[in-house]
Structures are given as structure tokens and as C-alpha cells.
């Protein structure tokens, strides 16, 4: 019965918004079929049936007449057809395009703290990209860190589709007060800048390490350093945004930008906006993280991600990665760590 009924649905919406015509299914109260359509695909499983875009036209075409629920409708459609986009690899259909341009012109003049909360609020609610049953019911808790469910994701400026095993990774780049843990279990060597004072605020990410003393760390926490590939889908989400909390930079989003700056790093926590769906936070702007992988062209130097409190915007983008020499410690470079799901 429910399935007839979403197949009602969607001809009357296909019939309304896509081919313009007369809708035939005039008793349809569309309010009621926003309803309807959210529980359908809130259990159903893609691989069944991934046209989620039906309820995201219709959140969109409400949008504009519920003033109430503009704001909030225009964001479920966004992650909806952003959802549509990553379970099909389907980012040139204008039904979907046009709407989202819309929405990202709407949703623009927005603040960062007010677009952070709604999204939080509609990742809360939405059933998480997946068609592998078994990796939608890890419900396992690892304390400091969050679940990046297995599937696909999209990398790079091109968008290219990836699959990923589950794994968690840290909430937050690893801090002095828990990097001073780690010296004091294994009486291992402090971080550069250290002895001079500078840069040891307790909930201030540690910097002044290499690649090396990251992986020592990882080791000892029983963990590792993120691939490249892991850092990424954990910034990004599944619709590939270019910045962890979405497709626009704001002054205020996060910790970059102090070119002249000197000791400019921030307590990990400082920017309640700066963080991804999966929530995620600080991964973008603040430090540089050290990842796993080896650069592949420079291939005597390690990837870093994420960009610091030292530069441009440009930088601060999830789909641009840069290197170094695995030896270094700055004083905006510092890391993160994940483990595997068991």
C-alpha cells in the first residue's frame, strides 16, 4: 500500500514540476505527501529505490509558500538532491541542478552559525548513504570520535566516485593536554616551540611535530594517521562540499587568513560552525593535518590537509591537498588520527 501511494506521489510531482503539465492527482495534498515521501525513504534502502528527488522538488516548490519553513525545507532539499547526486553520479540532470542553484543563492545569505545548526539538525534526521545494511547498523561508540560510515564518496575538483571501508577518526586534531599524556606515558621528546612557551594552550591542537612524532602518537593512542582519502570523505560528507560545512567561506566560519600573523593557532573547539556532517570539527583552517600517504608526485614528502591559520581561503578547500617533508615541524601543522571499525 505505502509503495502505491509514494507512486502516486511521485507521478502527481513528475506531472506538477517536471513536465509542467496538469497534475492528475488533484486530491493530493502536498503537505501531506512531504510527510509521506520522508518516512518512504527514511527506511528504504537505495539500492531499492534511489529517487529521492521527488521529495526534494517538493520541499523546494513549499519552500516558497511556508515562510515558517523556507529556510529549513530549502536545506532538506539540498542534502536531498546532494544525496541524489552521490548515489548516482548524476550532476548535469537540470530538474536537480537548476533547483540547487536556487537553493545556494537562498540559503547564501545565511549566517554560518544559523546554516550549521539546520544542517546539523537535518544530518540528525536523515537515514545515512548506504545500500550495505550491515555498515548502516554499526552503532558502536569510540569516545573522541565519530563514525564515517562505508560507501561512496566524491574526491577531488572532479568529483571522482570513491568507495571507503567505515572507519572513525578523531572529532578534534589531537591537543597539547593529550599530546602531554603521550610524553609523559612514554617520556617521549616534547614538541618544537615548546621549551620557549609558545603554542602549549591545553585545547590548542599540537603543533611543532613531524609526520613521525604523529605516528608515534597514532601508535601509541592505537590508532593511525587518516589516508588522504579518509580525511577527505570525513571533511566532505558524501556530496562532496568544498568546505566541511558547505560550498561557501565565510570571515567568521574558521580560524585562516593572518598571512603576518604570528602564534595565531586556536582552541579546537573556538568555531562551532567549522565542522562537517558527520561532525567532524576544526578541519578546516587552524593547522594543517599530517596524513598517511606519501604525495604522489613529490614522493619523498608526506600529504598534509586542511589548510592553517596562516592562509588564504584557497587553502582551506577539501578537495585540495599539499605536502611536506615529513621531518618538519611548523607551527601550523598538527594532526588527527582514525581507526578501522571491528
Not at 512531504?34 to 534502502?45: C, E, H, I, N, Q
Not at 593512542?221 to 582519502?229: C, M
Request: some cysteine.
Amino acid at each position: 500500500m505505502m509503495k502505491e501511494q509514494v507512486q502516486r506521489i511521485k507521478e502527481f510531482i513528475w506531472q506538477k514540476y517536471v513536465d509542467c503539465t496538469h497534475a492528475s492527482a488533484s486530491d493530493i495534498v502536498e503537505e501531506e505527501a512531504v510527510k509521506v515521501l520522508d518516512s518512504y525513504f527514511a527506511t528504504v534502502d537505495p539500492a531499492e529505490d534511489n529517487e529521492c528527488y521527488y521529495l526534494g522538488i517538493l520541499l523546494f516548490e513549499l519552500a516558497f509558500r511556508i515562510p515558517d519553513l523556507e529556510k529549513l525545507y530549502l536545506a532538506k532539499a539540498k542534502a536531498i538532491f546532494e544525496r541524489y547526486r552521490s548515489q548516482t553520479g548524476e550532476t548535469d540532470w537540470d530538474v536537480v541542478e537548476d533547483r540547487l542553484e536556487d537553493i545556494n543563492s537562498n540559503l547564501g545569505e545565511m549566517g554560518a552559525d544559523e546554516r550549521a545548526a539546520i544542517f546539523a539538525r537535518i544530518e540528525r534526521e536523515m537515514k545515512p548513504l548506504t545500500s550495505d545494511p550491515a555498515a548502516s547498523q554499526i552503532i558502536a561508540v569510540v569516545e573522541g570520535m565519530v563514525l564515517v560510515p562505508g560507501g561512496p564518496f566524491l574526491s577531488g575538483e572532479k568529483r571522482d566516485r570513491k568507495e571507503l571501508e567505515p572507519f572513525y577518526i578523531d572529532i578534534f586534531p589531537v591537543t597539547n593536554e593529550e599530546y602531554v599524556k603521550f610524553m609523559e606515558a612514554t617520556g617521549y621528546r616534547p614538541p618544537k616551540f615548546w621549551a620557549e612557551g609558545r603554542l602549549r594552550k591545553p585545547r590548542a591542537p599540537v603543533v611543532g611535530i613531524s609526520w613521525h612524532d604523529a605516528d608515534k602518537y597514532a601508535t601509541w593512542a592505537g590508532k593511525s594517521l587518516p589516508t588522504a582519502d579518509q580525511w577527505e570523505k570525513a571533511a566532505r560528507g558524501l556530496e562532496g562540499r568544498i568546505y566541511p560545512w558547505g560550498n561557501e567561506i565565510e570571515p567568521d566560519v574558521a580560524n585562516f587568513g593572518h598571512l603576518d600573523g604570528v602564534d595565531m593557532v586556536t582552541p579546537v573547539d573556538a568555531f562551532e560552525a567549522n565542522r562537517s556532517v558527520f561532525g567532524v570539527r576544526d578541519m578546516a583552517g587552524n593547522v594543517w593535518e599530517w596524513q598517511k600517504d606519501w604525495d604522489p608526485i613529490e614522493i619523498d614528502m608526506k600529504v598534509i590537509s586542511g589548510g592553517s591559520w596562516a592562509d588564504p581561503p584557497q587553502f582551506l578547500r577539501c578537495d585540495r591537498h599539499l605536502y611536506a617533508n615529513p621531518k618538519d615541524k611548523f607551527d601550523n601543522i598538527g594532526f588527527r588520527c582514525v581507526r578501522p571499525v571491528t
